[in-house]
C-alpha cells in the first residue's frame, strides 16, 4: 500500500490507492495511467536529483522545409533535431513541469531516444518553445537524462473523484511567470511555474528532509551566500572577453546550483576536504535546499 497520507503531490501509484479509498472502487496504476493518457487527468514531471528544468526558445537545424510554413508545430516531446548553440534559456522553472501531451511523452521515454527530448511549452508568442535539462553551458538536455517521476497534484485528483464515474477530459496546466521581492533585500526574483495552485516541492528520490531544525538558520545563510557568490561572479563574467572562460554563476536571474557546485567541489578537494557531501551533487542539494529556504 503507498503512502500518499500528507502529500501534495502523489505519484501514479499513490493516486491509486487515494482513489480506491475514497471511492471504494479497486484502482491501479494502470487506471492511472489510462486517464493521464485520455487527458482525463493532469500530469506533471519532477526531476528527483535536484536538476534544473530551463524553458528555452528552440532553434532547430536547417532543413527542407521551415515548420513555419509546414503547418505543423514540432513537438520537443519527439526527439527534434536541435541546433543546441542557437536555443536560447529563457526562464528556469521553479517546481513540477506541466506535461501537456503525456502520452507522446511516455512512449518517448521509453523508447530512449538518442536525441534530446522535452516538454512543449506554449508560451504565447508564436515560437517554439520546450522545456529541457539545463547543461554546464546553458544549453538544452534531454529532460530524461537523471532521475525523475510523474507526478500528479492532490487538486486533480480531487477534480477527477467528483467528476465519476465519467470525468470530463481536462486541459493540462500551464507555466505562467511570477515576480517576488527576497525578503530583506531589493533582490527580485523571476520564476516560471505551474499554474497549478501547488505550495511544497514533491518529495525527492532520497528525501533531503534531514535537516535539524537548528540546522535551518545555517541553510538560509548558504543560500544568501549563493546568491552572493552568483552575483560577484556575474559581474566578473562580465569583464571576461572569451565566452567559454566565463563561469555562468548567474543563469536566470538566479544563482547557477550546478557551476557554483562544481567550483566550490574544486576548492574542497584542492582543500583535501573530502566527504561530508562537499562533492558534486553534495553540494548541488545543500545549495538547492537552501536556496528553497530563503524563498
Known sequence: MADYLLKEWLT?????????????????EASIQRALKTFLLPAHFWPTDNAEIGLFSLTLK???????????????????????????????????????????FAE??????????????PTGDGELNGCYRIDDQGRPTCITEGSSQV???LADLQALKEGLPVPPQRPGHSLFIETSRLIGTDTTIVRTRSS????????????????????????????FAAHLIGEIGSQVDSNEATPSRRKGYMRGGKPNISAIARQLSEVANGLRH???????E??????????????
Request: proline residues 9%.
Open 196 to 223: 497549478a495552485k501547488w505550495l511544497s516541492y514533491p518529495e525527492l528520490a532520497a528525501p533531503l528532509n534531514t535537516v535539524e531544525k537548528g540546522a535551518l538558520p545555517l541553510l538560509r545563510a548558504l543560500g
Open 62 to 104: 536547417p532543413g527542407k522545409t521551415h515548420w513555419r510554413t509546414s503547418g505543423l508545430t514540432p513537438l520537443p516531446e519527439s526527439p527534434l533535431q536541435l541546433d543546441m548553440d542557437q536555443c536560447s534559456l529563457t526562464y528556469v522553472v521553479d517546481g513540477p513541469v506541466p506535461l501537456p501531451h503525456y502520452e507522446l
Open 108 to 121: 518517448n521515454f521509453a523508447r530512449e531516444c538518442t536525441r534530446a527530448i522535452g516538454i512543449y511549452t
Open 274 to 280: 573530502t566527504g561530508h557531501g562537499n562533492t558534486g
Open 12 to 28: 501514479p501509484e499513490e493516486a491509486a490507492c487515494w482513489l480506491s479509498d475514497q471511492t471504494g472502487q479497486t484502482y491501479t
Open 282 to 295: 553534495g553540494f548541488q542539494k545543500l545549495l538547492s535546499a537552501a536556496l528553497r529556504e530563503i524563498e
Open 151 to 153: 507526478v500528479i497534484h
